[in-house]
């Protein structure tokens, strides 16, 4: 009886984690926006009340936003503003296509709308021009200097959002 029974608990162990593994998803079954959520968290991760003004995945704190110097977000209010955060500056972009419009509003999540507005990469793509991958990886300084994850970042945007694999 406990050979059988012993028997019986490693089948389930053995379908169980079948069944996880093939519940794995690859990125690029997920919708573009989905791609952006996950890029977004990777490159920005939790922020924590050292980082202030930003909170969350990297959400800077403009006036009249409900969040005070000290706070700590909940991976779920991270998580939802980043999204409403994304969608605004989706929207911003929508009038060229949801490839464009997600992309751009990827960078301006980054980089704000400004910049994004003023940039090479946002000339091209309104002209039709999508030949934009060495203009998109040049998002990849701070304080006037090459950064190395950044450019990883851009990188990764491309690829996932923008190119056809």
Not at 55 to 67: I, N, R
Not at 145 to 162: A, G, I, N, P
Request: with cysteine; net charge positive; glycine share 6%.
């Amino acid at each position: 009886m406990r050979k059988i029974m012993m028997l019986f608990v490693a089948l389930l162990t053995l379908v169980a984690a079948t069944s996880a593994a093939h519940a794995k998803r690859s990125i690029m079954e997920l919708s573009l926006f989905e791609r952006a959520v996950l890029i977004i968290k990777k490159f920005e991760t939790l922020h924590k009340p050292k980082h202030w003004p930003y909170v969350g995945y990297g959400h800077c704190v403009q006036p009249g936003d409900p969040y005070r110097r000290g706070c700590q977000l909940t991976e779920r209010q991270a998580d939802a503003l980043l999204r409403k955060d994304l969608r605004k500056f989706v929207s911003l972009y929508k009038h060229m296509g949801e490839k464009n419009a997600i992309l751009l509003g990827t960078l301006a999540y980054n980089i704000g709308p400004g910049a994004v507005n003023k940039s090479s990469v946002y000339r091209k793509l309104k002209r039709g021009d999508t030949n934009i991958y060495k203009e998109y990886t040049s998002h990849c300084h701070y304080k006037g200097k090459f950064h190395r994850q950044l450019h990883q970042r851009r990188q990764t945007e491309y690829k996932l959002l923008f190119s056809n694999l």
